[in-house]
Structure formats: C-alpha cells, structure tokens
C-alpha cells in the first residue's frame, strides 16, 4: 500500500524555468556574458543554483573561478526574480488535496535552497501542502544522494516500500533508484537526459489527473 509521495519541484510542481532564466540573464549581462534562451536553461534544471550558474558560466565559455564568484549576484538576482514568473502546473494543486483526502503523507524533497522552496510554496498557496519539506540545504546531502530520501521517510515514519518519488528528472530517477523506492515522471518537466534502459522511471505520466499511487510498483517503464 502506497503511504507517501515525495515530490520533486521545479519541473514537477512548478513551472520556475522562466524565472530561473531571467536570473541567469541578468548575472550573465553584468559579467559581459551572452544571454542564454529559456529552451537551454530548461536541460539544466534540477541539481540546484550553483549547479545551474556554474553550467550557464561554462556554456558562455567562462571559467569555474568566475561562476563561483559569480555566485553573491546570482543568489541577490534569483531573490529578485523568484516567484515572479513561475507557475503551478494543471492539476498539481487538486492532485495535493487529494492526497491529502485519501490519508497519503506528502514531503517535498528539492535541491533548491530552503528560502526559495518556501517563497515559492508561499505564493503559490501550497506553504501548508506538505507534511515535510527537505530542501537543498536541511541537509549535508542533496539529490540524487539517497540520504535525502531516507531521512524523509524516516520522519514520516514511511517505509521504502511504501513511498513514492514522483518526478521529472534524470536526478529524481536515480534518487529513487539510489533508495529503493518507486518512481514515476512527469513528461512536461525538465529530464536532463534520456529517462531510458537502467535510468527509466516505474511509469510516465501525462497528466496529473492519471496519477494513482494506488498501482505504483517496480516495473519498468515503457
């Protein structure tokens, strides 16, 4: 029986590319860097701002020295543009409540630095959605480290076997893989690479109106 779903964010949840896009393009334009478009930003979503700074800096043909110390005006500019243009996806908001209704423990698991995670969860009126919420920096770990998984079930005193990862990346794949627990993702998101052979989810899903914790198993995808 399926008790919980752990879900992932940007991607999943929420629609943040274009935002997370102005952000880079405002520290690119200060740094003399070329601009990038949404599309590219789109395939390096999902390991966190450092992760997606350092890839934008080395894509504009600029050192990692200069991407880490890029860092301060990045992280003032993300504060700037976060919740500005992002957006819940059709269906993620009823698809919570009725989790919710049916009993199913919800936690949110996100590389995304924890004031963020929180700022967007608060405009979007999903700050109370969760009964957990781990993010980039509650611990030492991040995705796809299995320790973020494990922690999250051990505070919901969740079983592997009894959990759900439902995301929309390469990352969530191997997260979930990493800790032994079911997966199953979302096609609008940002998948960072081909979700195939040992790095295929349990199932897609189309919609979130198809979802159904309730047949969820280990089996791969087609």
Same mark, same amino acid.
């Given at each position: 029986?399926?008790?919980?779903?752990?879900?992932?964010?940007?991607?999943?949840?929420?629609?943040? @590319? =274009?935002?997370?896009?102005?952000?880079l393009n405002d520290t690119l334009r200060r740094h003399d860097l070329p601009a990038v478009d949404e599309a590219r930003v789109r395939g390096?979503?999902?390991?966190?701002?450092?992760?997606?700074?350092?890839?934008?800096?080395?894509?504009?043909? @600029?050192? =990692?020295?200069?991407?880490?110390?890029?860092?301060p005006g990045f992280h003032?500019?993300?504060?700037?543009r976060c919740g500005t243009r992002s957006s819940l996806f059709p269906g993620a908001r009823e698809l919570l409540a009725r989790l919710s209704k049916a009993g199913i423990r919800t936690a949110l698991l996100t590389n995304k630095e924890s004031a963020f995670a929180h700022r967007l969860l608060a405009r979007h009126d999903l700050a109370s959605a969760f009964d957990l919420i781990v993010a980039g920096d509650t611990l030492a770990v991040k995705k796809p480290d299995p320790g973020v998984v494990m922690h999250a079930l051990q505070k919901l005193h969740i079983e592997p076997g009894q959990a759900l990862l439902l995301g929309d990346s390469l990352t969530d794949v191997r997260t979930a893989r990493a800790a032994g627990i079911a997966v199953r993702i979302?096609?609008?998101?940002? =998948?960072?690479?081909?979700?195939?052979?040992?790095?295929?989810?349990?199932?897609?899903?189309?919609?979130?109106d198809d979802f159904d914790p309730g047949a969820c198993r280990h089996a791969p995808a087609t």
């Amino acid at each position: 029986m399926m008790r919980a779903v752990l879900f992932d964010l940007d991607g999943t949840l929420m629609e943040t @590319a =274009p935002e997370l896009t102005d952000a880079l393009n405002d520290t690119l334009r200060r740094h003399d860097l070329p601009a990038v478009d949404e599309a590219r930003v789109r395939g390096w979503i999902g390991d966190g701002a450092r992760a997606l700074l350092a890839k934008a800096f080395a894509h504009a043909g @600029a050192t =990692p020295a200069a991407a880490n110390a890029a860092w301060p005006g990045f992280h003032r500019d993300y504060s700037a543009r976060c919740g500005t243009r992002s957006s819940l996806f059709p269906g993620a908001r009823e698809l919570l409540a009725r989790l919710s209704k049916a009993g199913i423990r919800t936690a949110l698991l996100t590389n995304k630095e924890s004031a963020f995670a929180h700022r967007l969860l608060a405009r979007h009126d999903l700050a109370s959605a969760f009964d957990l919420i781990v993010a980039g920096d509650t611990l030492a770990v991040k995705k796809p480290d299995p320790g973020v998984v494990m922690h999250a079930l051990q505070k919901l005193h969740i079983e592997p076997g009894q959990a759900l990862l439902l995301g929309d990346s390469l990352t969530d794949v191997r997260t979930a893989r990493a800790a032994g627990i079911a997966v199953r993702i979302v096609r609008h998101g940002y =998948p960072q690479g081909e979700l195939a052979g040992a790095d295929a989810p349990d199932a897609f899903i189309d919609h979130f109106d198809d979802f159904d914790p309730g047949a969820c198993r280990h089996a791969p995808a087609t």
